[in-house]
């Protein structure tokens, strides 16, 4: 087919002035047919599943008659009058193309936010009304009998309503577009440029047969059916969304659309234009002020829901989220600073003693009393149940710990409680930044550590020291054994699939590590990361999960099981410089392409030290590999680090998934993250759905991939192999019914 098309641009090039019968009939008519005859072969390979591919076999066909006939009246010197057969099979092939590409961006819909689809509207009409303007000379002319001047309208008008659709096309993907598209949209640009400047030559009385221009509807209708060939070898809806690679085509086409339509209502007022296209000009005009007002609602809604995210909804302190971002700052910062750790005391009795309406007002007159301690600079927050937490402007002991008096002291006094006065006490532990710790989760750890110690020593205050934790014969020894551990091979992975939930099928999974105890038996993660990390071993600990991982992956690979697997990075590795450098050598060690990997980070990895970690992710992005935010929602969420990092996954935390059913504000905040992620171009991943009406509604909202107990807990190797072959097995039996996803749990 190529070879055809490109012996006849040639031909076109190098023959002499005038019609030649070789190039201007028999390959032009060659050149023509064979995208027709190729795409009824990608329709053939596809078995006629694909409505689209038969779509475009039609239009390229019947545009391959009507040239024919028109071609051979050529040869024969014969005049062709319009209306004539060559006219419908012309005509035809512009609502069978149109067609084609309806069926395929009907699959878009569901996983397109309305901002997207006004940002088509206003491309499309805007197109169209600049198009309108070019080919404005073309309709003023048009003359002869009703049905002449309808067929010659018709030319025209298909061209400014592919020119439409194509920019729409453009425009649907908002900042990232699939490479597997460029065939159809390069396709269609070169049809509708040599339609549009033969439209503008016939006009202007200039066209004559056998110009270079004439090889444009060849070239365009070949690269038509290359992307017929490559969809006809995809499995059923990869047209769409793949996780491929992107392409960014530029933004601006809805904004250039808006100025044309401007500049051509400006332009109405001194010139004397068509009612059409003042119309056209006007209705882009509307649909862009339609987009700017959709934005803007857009944009409150997701403050607000921002605010109410990041504050606590009974106490209307800040929450966790608002602690780990202000936490991150000040550590990035550099400035000392004291964490107090606050656990109300014996709080579970009033609860359970006198309700737990009583318990939330407790905890409603606790945080105004604490909130009258802290000065201004200072921060406090709840981070769930009955502890809160604050970050004061402290950094030496003495003056924590006179912090620390001022808050007994303001908790002293008795609660009035529905007429009954309790008194509330509560345990505190203090940890220095940065001297006990350089991250938010280390300082939490420690402040932790020492609140229980001060609770179980009736204390009241504990200010971490070194030997609260490490100085432990059990933990020295349990630190010991991961060492001899890391060193025999003791630690194994087990794996969780992630369903994705538009086909239901298994693509990748998540590498957890466990460790297989001599003794204790198998050990789960919080059990030994925290002993690796004091110890200084998770380096080495990483390094061994990636290596079990990427060689299971292979031998999955070898096997025809071509799933990627998703390796969690503790924070350290991000302030690793040559660790793209690692990566890559690993794959390569694996024979592995990068695509094969996945890196899942936690927001608070990415804040503690941003530029070096901005500079290790977009090291790794280059090379290949995925990059996910593991647990979103849960530290730092700042807008800002989404749109500044190579980010392909958003992986929503559990937290938001569980409640999501049975409460609208937290269905609201998964709904407006879905929408957030597919807006900026990011594939959203579910974590914990454990039932099959949460899979529902993340489906509803177009979440693209979820894991948890509902499809299978972390397994071993073996047994997801043996899972994913039985779910198949299952939907094979099941063939022809709706797909849902499979509640099997295994392990």
């Known amino acids: 087919m190529w070879v055809i098309a490109a012996a006849y641009t040639v031909g076109l090039v190098l023959q002499p002035p005038g019609f030649v019968v070789a190039v201007d009939v028999w390959l032009n008519i060659a050149a023509i047919a064979a995208p027709a005859l190729v795409c009824w072969a990608a329709v053939l390979t596809a078995g006629g599943r694909r409505l689209e591919l038969v779509f475009m076999a039609v239009g390229c066909t019947s545009y391959a008659i009507g040239n024919a006939l028109l071609a051979m009246a050529a040869a024969r010197h014969v005049t062709v009058v319009t209306p004539a057969w060559s006219d419908a099979g012309f005509l035809l092939f512009y609502p069978a193309v149109l067609a084609a590409l309806v069926t395929v961006a009907r699959r878009a819909l569901s996983r397109r936010s309305g901002q997207v689809w006004w940002d088509a509207a206003v491309a499309a009409l805007g197109g169209a009304t600049g198009l309108a303007v070019l080919l404005a000379p073309v309709f003023s002319g048009i003359s002869g009998s009703p049905l002449q001047m309808i067929v010659a309208a018709a030319y025209p008008a298909a061209d400014m309503t592919l020119v439409a659709v194509l920019l729409g096309l453009m425009c649907l993907h908002g900042a990232r577009f699939p490479r597997r598209w460029l065939p159809l949209i390069a396709g269609l640009a070169l049809f509708a440029a040599a339609d549009i400047s033969y439209t503008l030559r016939v006009a202007a009385g200039g066209y004559t047969v056998g110009t270079p221009m004439d090889g444009l509807w060849a070239l365009g209708l ?7 060939v490559r969809c006809g070898r995809e499995r059923s809806g990869a047209g769409i969304d793949s996780g491929e690679q992107p392409y960014s085509p530029s933004l601006l086409v809805p904004g250039l659309s808006s100025g044309v339509a401007l500049a051509v209502l400006v332009a109405g007022s001194t010139a004397s234009l068509s009612r059409v296209i003042l119309l056209l000009a006007t209705a882009t005009v509307l649909t862009s002020a339609g ?14 829901l ?5 504050s606590d909804d009974l106490t209307g302190l800040a929450n966790r989220r608002a602690f780990y971002d202000h936490a991150g700052r000040r550590l990035a910062q550099g400035s000392p600073f004291t964490l107090l750790l606050i656990d109300l005391n014996r709080f579970k009795e009033v609860n359970d ?10 905890l409603q007159q606790v945080a105004r009393r604490l909130a009258a301690q802290i000065r201004a600079g200072d921060l406090l927050a709840r981070l769930g149940g009955d502890e809160f937490v604050v970050l004061a402007d402290a950094g030496d002991a003495d003056a924590a710990l006179s912090i620390a008096d001022r808050v007994h002291e303001a908790l002293s006094a008795g609660f009035e409680l529905d007429g009954i006065t309790v008194h509330a006490h509560a345990s505190i532990g203090l940890a220095l930044a940065p001297h006990h710790g350089r991250d938010v989760a280390m300082l939490l750890r420690r402040a932790d550590i020492a609140m229980y110690r001060a609770k179980s020593g009736r204390y009241g205050n504990q200010l971490w020291q070194p030997n609260n934790d490490e100085a432990s014969a059990d933990r020295l020894r349990l630190q010991q054994e991961l060492r001899e551990g890391l060193r025999t091979g003791q630690l194994v992975l087990h794996y969780q699939p992630k369903i994705d939930l538009h086909d239901g099928q298994v693509h990748s999974v998540e590498a957890l ?23 200084g071993l998770m380096h080495e600990l990483t390094t061994t999960v990636l290596h079990l991982a990427l060689r299971q992956a292979a031998h999955w690979h070898a096997a025809g099981h071509p ?16 660790l793209a450098a690692r990566m890559t050598d690993l794959l390569r060690q694996y024979d592995l392409a990068p695509a094969a990997l996945q890196l899942e980070i936690t927001e608070d990895a990415i804040m503690g030290d941003r530029e070096r970690a901005a500079a290790v992710l977009t090291q790794l992005r280059a090379a290949g590999v995925r990059i996910a935010i593991d647990d979103f929602g849960t530290g730092f969420s700042s807008l800002a680090y989404l749109r500044d990092l190579p980010v392909d996954d958003l992986k929503l935390d559990r937290s938001f998934i569980m409640p999501a059913t049975s409460d609208d504000r937290a269905a609201a905040l998964v709904s407006s993250t879905v929408i957030l992620a597919h807006s900026l171009g990011l594939r959203m991943v579910a974590e914990g759905v454990e039932d099959l009406a949460g899979a529902e509604q993340l489906q509803r909202f177009g979440c693209d991939q979820a894991q948890g107990y509902l499809y299978s807990r972390p397994v071993p190797a073996d047994q997801l192999i043996a899972w994913i072959t039985s779910r198949a097995s299952a939907a094979a039996a099941a063939a022809g019914s709706e797909p849902i996803p499979a509640a099997v749990a295994v392990g």
């Open 222 to 228: 070949a690269t038509l059916a290359t992307w017929t």
């Open 291 to 304: 987009r700017t007002h959709v934005a803007y609602r857009q944009l409150r809604r997701m403050a607000q």
């Open 306 to 310: 921002t605010r109410e995210a990041r």
């Open 353 to 362: 003693s006198l309700g737990h309406h009583v318990g939330d007002q407790l």
């Open 513 to 535: 590590v466990r460790w297989q105890h001599p003794h204790q038996g198998l050990l789960y993660p919080d059990a030994f990361l925290g002993l690796a990390e004091d110890a």
């Open 563 to 578: 799933l990627s697997v998703a390796v969690n990075l503790p924070p350290s590795a991000l302030m690793d410089a040559q």
